[in-house]
Nanobody
Framework: QVQLVESGGGLVQAGGSLRLSCAAS????????MGWYRQAPGKQRELVAA???????NYLDSVKGRFTISRDIAMNTVYLQLNSLKPEDTARYYC??????????WGQGTQVFVSA
């Protein structure tokens, strides 16, 4: 399975921005889908954004227009640009690789804290 390492989290004021990175241990070119999830304390993990091997994207309704998922295939990295952050975006953000042949792989996550 592919190994994933997230980075880029931190503390930011409401309205601020962060860029999260997910570095994969191998090529992401053929991985069927890469996604960013988040989990806040006491809540279920939820899909925030995903990108398929064909470049199609989808987003959680509450982040549409504020977050952008992208990938750099040459760098084996997927990004999540977070703009106009709100306190309710506070969570641990996880990267996930989903492949029909090898299954799912998760990273350890990176913490995002948005202060009011």
């Amino acid at each position: 399975q592919v190994q994933l390492v997230e980075s880029g989290g931190g503390l930011v004021q409401a309205g601020g921005s962060l860029r999260l990175s997910c570095a994969a241990s191998e090529s992401i070119f053929n991985i069927n889908a890469m996604g960013w999830y988040r989990q806040a304390p006491g809540k279920q993990r939820e899909l925030v954004a995903a990108i398929t091997s064909g470049g199609m994207t989808n987003y959680l309704d509450s982040v549409k227009g504020r977050f952008t998922i992208s990938r750099d295939i040459a760098m084996n990295t997927v990004y999540l640009q977070l703009n106009s952050l709100k306190p309710e975006d506070t969570a641990r953000y996880y990267c996930k690789a989903s492949d029909y042949l090898t299954g799912d792989s998760w990273g350890q996550g990176t913490q995002v804290f948005v202060s009011a």
